[in-house]
């Protein structure tokens, strides 16, 4: 009877143990797609910042183009690509200050794309042209892969708060990863008017 017992707890025992390593493995390899995303949102929003600084070049040859529109882009630009996060700390806070950079950046490069329409010489510009065509894809691909991160941290962030993996996600270090939210405003449509 004794030995019985004593291979159940083994059992037991043993069958807690591959649970835990099951969840551990599982873990890292969702923590390693977190990553790896990671990298793609990061190398999207370099290509974006790369581009731009060709941009900024041809906008200055413009002799009496908006100064500090551009000033702006300059500064936001340097802000968003000084801005960066270690892939092993993607905490909400992180990704909130992240994204703030990415976002005011955005915000400027925009308003010097609307400068821009003043200004015809500028817009004939081949470099300019090159780039209004390549902006699109850009901010297209910067969300495809915001929201693919999302999805893969979502997954991630599930995983170690549905119980019992809490209950060792904590003991291992696993710690919760933040999210991209829409741009405030961006829930309200733009107000058109065809005269």
């Known amino acids: 009877m004794k030995n019985i017992r004593l291979i159940a ?7 807690v143990a591959l649970w835990a390593i099951s969840f551990y493995n599982g873990t890292v390899s969702l923590n390693e797609d977190v990553t790896k995303q990671w990298s793609n949102v990061e190398n ?8 731009t600084k060709n941009l900024v070049e041809i906008v200055k040859g413009a002799a009496d183009f ?17 801005t960066t996060i270690n892939a092993g700390d ?26 821009v329409e003043r200004y015809p010489e500028l817009k004939a510009v081949k470099g300019f042209q090159d780039f209004q065509t390549q902006y699109e894809g850009m901010e297209n ?13 979502r997954n ?4 170690i708060k549905r119980f019992p993996g809490n209950l060792l996600a904590g003991m291992f270090g696993f710690t919760e990863k933040g999210y991209f939210e829409a741009q405030e405003g961006t829930e309200n449509a733009p107000d058109i008017s065809f005269k």
């Open 9 to 15: 707890v083994i059992g037991a025992l043993v069958l």
């Open 44 to 51: 999207a929003y370099q290509l974006r910042a790369d581009k």
């Open 66 to 82: 908006e100064k500090e529109t551009l000033t702006q882009v300059v500064e936001a630009r340097a802000k968003a690509t000084s």
């Open 90 to 115: 993607l905490s909400p806070e992180k990704i909130q200050q992240f994204q703030q950079a990415q976002d005011q950046f955005s915000s400027a490069l925009s308003r010097l794309l609307v400068t």
């Open 141 to 153: 691909r910067i969300g495809v892969e915001r929201r693919n991160f999302n999805d893969v941290a």
């Open 156 to 159: 991630y962030n599930a995983r």
